[in-house]
């Protein structure tokens, strides 16, 4: 698959240099990956990358870099059907990615607590997250998040609970890698009850390292 070529970064509108990635003037990346990329960002700038991602769309609709980043962009604005809709095109565009598994789980979740999610979604989210684990078995957030969803569906429930239980996903959760900004994106974006996974989680703070 071919890079699409960028002309002017989408941020400052300085032009860029051919095969460039980032911008040498205000140094932002022109493709994010995560979601950290656009956390600490405004609105103005988050609806820069938005515009810029649309445009490159319209030239060429199988760019996974930008399908990605237009649905990471939707996931930071809180609009999660868009997300949703953006972040599955990009996993088919690369699969290969397993945060792109992780941050679709999170766009379905949207602001519902997983205890009332629909059966369907629920299944879809725990797919992804055990996608998102085989492709890297340190995904700390992702074994967090399949350990809240888990107990907070079927335990809570009284369903009986299929694959690795919470307890032993949270035990992954503790030793693998943590990016702070997971950790933060989740507690800000979804919606997590009182209980003692999702206290769990905030506590996970504290092992964290940025
Ligand atoms: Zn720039």
């Known amino acids: 698959m071919m890079a699409l070529t960028v002309e002017t970064c989408p941020q400052c509108g300085a032009p860029a ?30 609806q820069k990358y938005v515009s810029f991602y649309k445009s490159n769309i319209a030239k060429d609709d199988g760019d996974a870099d930008s399908v990605t980043g237009l649905g990471l962009c939707y996931l930071q604005l809180k ?3 868009e ?5 599955e095109k990009g996993r088919d565009l690369a699969p290969e990615r397993p945060s792109t598994y992780f941050y679709l789980a999170m766009a379905i979740m949207g602001r519902k607590r997983p205890k009332i999610l629909s059966r369907t979604d629920v299944q879809k989210v725990e797919e992804l997250l055990e996608a998102a684990i085989s492709l890297d078995s340190d995904y700390a957030a992702a074994h967090a998040l399949l350990a ?17 239980p919470p307890a032993a996903l949270v035990g992954r959760a503790k030793t693998g890698k943590w990016a702070r900004a997971d950790h933060e994106r989740m507690v800000e974006l979804n919606n997590y009850p009182d209980n003692e996974y ?13």
């Open 79 to 81: 609009l999660f059907k």
């Open 198 to 210: 999702c206290d769990l989680l905030i506590d996970l703070r504290a092992i964290i390292k940025s």
């Open 17 to 46: 240099s051919a095969n460039r990635r980032k911008c040498e003037y205000c140094k932002s990346e022109f493709f994010i990956s995560d979601l950290s990329q656009v956390a600490g960002k405004s609105s103005t700038e988050v």
């Open 83 to 87: 997300a949703a809709q953006f972040l």
């Open 148 to 164: 809240i969803v888990r107990h907070d569906y079927y335990e809570l429930n009284g369903l009986r609970c299929p694959g690795t």
